[in-house]
């Protein structure tokens, strides 16, 4: 642990009364979704996430914790939350549960990556499948339709211009 | 297409219908798989909870906050600073292999694991253990916690005994929760009867734990 760690301000049986804790969820529980869905890509792995997250963090928390406390905490325990899920699911060595690393609400998290700069360095074809697959939410055959290529063309380029984009130079082979 | 591809197709078809991915090991896929994620929650209106939700959960919470669902006999509080290491209450119950006993409450048939043809693997390091905390371990096989029960060190199993799902530690409430159907276990593994899960529900195996010089080892079953 580092030396500058500031010490949480987070306890149990806070005693926080059912108003003030039904105003820190409401007040957070848009942005700690958003955050979720993020990292997770999909709506019943979102809920699932920051349902769990909120049955745990919020007995914790104090009244008179910042917003800015608040929500490192909230997205700490997220973190941790997914990445069990991820262990379980993926077989992926996530983030042990460990309490002082659920705690240290100030550990460095990656920052959002810049979605817009992402598309915009890779070439046209590339840019253009991922947007109309991603952003506009275009199926394989409109996505193929727009672009006037072939429908099997159309789900090679997608994976190539997502693994260009997530910055894999090799195609796997397995 | 390759194994790979398929695998990486039948992951971003997933999201884009906002559904759970496949499981399985993304491989050398793991950035395209979470920058799809990313580039799924850019879709405009995607990543907003719904009334619906927001509101189910409130109600669960309030729940939860209404009736604690553990009464804990000694609660201790645990402040996440320096100084914890220092508490006292570690290594008591070390040097002897212990072969915990099964848990003579809850009537279940959980026992100890004790593997057929097991290996002592080590899953963490004796100063790593404190009070209060838990350190998650998987080991032949063996989805476990390792903690410090009554200045013992002590592991047991992670697998919820009503549907299989993998345990949360709740240290705050020295607990043990069920993310599926919030089914809760003391530190000792005793499950709490009552809730949405079967009243079946049996104690949580304990595993054989020992330390050798500074590493913590668990007994589990020999894996290839």
Redo the contacts between chains.
Sequence with gaps: ?GDV?P??R????AGTS?AD??AV??SH??AL??YV????????????V???T???A???LRPDVSDGEIRAYLRTTART?MA?MW??????AGT?????N???AWAPEPT??D?DG?LTALPPNYRQV?EL?????YSIKETAAAMSISVSNA??M??RA??R????S????? | MTRADRRLERHIEALLKDRRPPRGDPGEDLPAMQLAAELHAAHPGSAEPSPEFVDALARKLRQQHDEPPVPMPQRRRFLAAAGLAAAAGVGAGFGVERLREALAEGGGSSGPIVPADGNWVAVAKLADIKPGGFQRFSAGGVEGFVYTLNGQVQAISAVCTDQGCILMADAAHNRFVCPCHYATFSLDGTPHKGGSYSDKITPLPTVSVRATGEDIEVLVPKTV
Excluded: C
Aim: aromatic share 8%; net charge positive; proline share 8%.
């Design positions: 642990m760690t010490p949480l987070v306890v149990e049986d059912p804790w039904e969820y409401r529980v848009a979704y958003r869905y993020a990292r997770t890509g999909n709506k019943p792995d979102a809920e699932d920051t349902s769990t909120f049955m745990r919020l007995p914790r939350v069990d262990h379980d699911r993926r077989g992926v042990p549960i460990d309490e002082e659920i705690a240290n959002n990556r979605v992402i991922l697959r991603f952003l506009r939410g789900k090679v997608q994976l997502l693994r984009a997530a910055g894999q090799e195609v796997p082979a397995s």
